[in-house]
């Protein structure tokens, strides 16, 4: 399962992300990484980007970047 299959107001644990070293990079200062709880807070109107929280930070997510974490309910 990826993270942009998973419901509005649920919550998952990472299991990997497979991205490139750049977009890894991001991900790993923003805490979205192996073992992290994310939840998934809402979905744009048009359903291209979703808003996710790890711990207290909140950031958006394209859902192409999202379809590269994997997670686990």
Known sequence: MTL???PE???AIITAVNADKELRNRF???GVVKGATV???RYT???Q??????NKTHMALRLSEASKVQISK
């Open 49 to 54: 980007t979703m808003e996710i929280r790890i």
């Open 28 to 30: 790993n200062s923003f």
């Open 4 to 6: 942009n299959t998973l």
């Open 39 to 41: 939840y998934a807070e």
């Open 45 to 47: 109107l048009a359903k």
């Open 9 to 11: 107001g649920k919550s």
